[in-house]
């Protein structure tokens, strides 16, 4: 019955290595975002995805590269991933199509990646 | 870019008590969405309460409302009633204008409840 569930919850792994997250919504919206929150627990948005098209591209480094196969899905790959990618990393969804803006976000449980 | 400023890292209040946490904002749009979002240590992410722009009424939700003055840029949350539940960090959020619908987040508030 969760309504946005991010897998895994924890990922420990070092260096270098490749990893992805999976994001899934079952609330039938059409936006799909992800976020990171830093170690100061600063939120940032990476990406945004409407209807599977990528809306948001923020200054991320090109390592990361977000795949929606469609609009119940989002998921976050990471390449040779470095120490500085340590954070929390959560998805959300939002239904925007025809509610102008003020539906709100809902967020998963967040993903911690940690970095050896 | 909007920024969302929190100008408190750390409040206290004591359980029953009223608190207010601030945050301003900068802007050039006339309608936009505010939200504050509660983050406890479970690291969930709960919506609070949410305003539009061009409400001139301010939101109410139980125990939690706000006090929105549009020309200040100013949407502070008060806490009346707090209870040890209370307890966690707060966000205000302005949400951008379409294309891309991303909440841009202030720094956050650290509200601790003592008993």
């Known amino acids: 019955d969760t309504a946005v569930s991010q897998t895994p919850k924890y990922l420990v792994t070092q260096m270098g290595n490749d990893k992805s997250i999976k994001c899934e919504q079952n609330?039938?919206?059409?936006?799909m975002y992800w976020y990171k929150q830093d170690s100061k627990k600063f939120l940032k948005i990476m990406f945004s995805?409407?209807?599977?098209?990528?809306?948001i591209n923020e200054t991320v480094p090109n390592r990361f590269s977000p795949k929606s196969p469609d609009k119940a899905h989002l998921n976050l790959h990471i390449n040779s991933l470095e120490l500085g990618d340590s954070a929390v990393y959560f998805c959300?969804?939002?239904?925007?199509?025809?509610?102008?803006?003020?539906?709100?976000?809902?967020f998963g449980d967040g993903t911690r990646l940690s970095i050896l | 870019a909007q920024t969302v400023t929190q100008s408190q890292p750390e409040m206290s209040v004591q359980e029953a008590e009223t608190v207010t946490l601030s945050c301003t904002y900068d802007?050039?749009?006339?309608?936009?969405?505010l939200f504050w979002y509660k983050q406890p240590p479970s690291r969930q992410m709960i919506l609070v309460i949410r305003?539009?722009?061009?409400?001139?009424q301010n939101a109410t939700e139980n125990r939690f409302s706000v006090n929105f003055q549009k020309a200040a840029k100013s949407f502070s949350l008060k806490i009346s009633d707090s209870q040890l539940g209370d307890a966690a960090m707060y966000f205000c959020?302005?949400?951008?204008?379409?294309?891309?619908?991303?909440?841009?987040f202030g720094k956050g508030t650290s509200l601790l409840v003592t008993p």
């Open positions: 802007t050039s749009e006339s309608d936009y969405y």
């Open positions: 305003q539009e722009a061009y409400k001139q």
């Open positions: 995805y409407n209807n599977k098209e990528l809306i």
């Open positions: 959300a969804s939002s239904q925007e199509a025809g509610q102008g803006g003020y539906q709100p976000q809902h």
């Open positions: 609330l039938g919206h059409d936006t």
């Open positions: 959020a302005y949400r951008s204008p379409p294309p891309g619908y991303a909440l841009n």
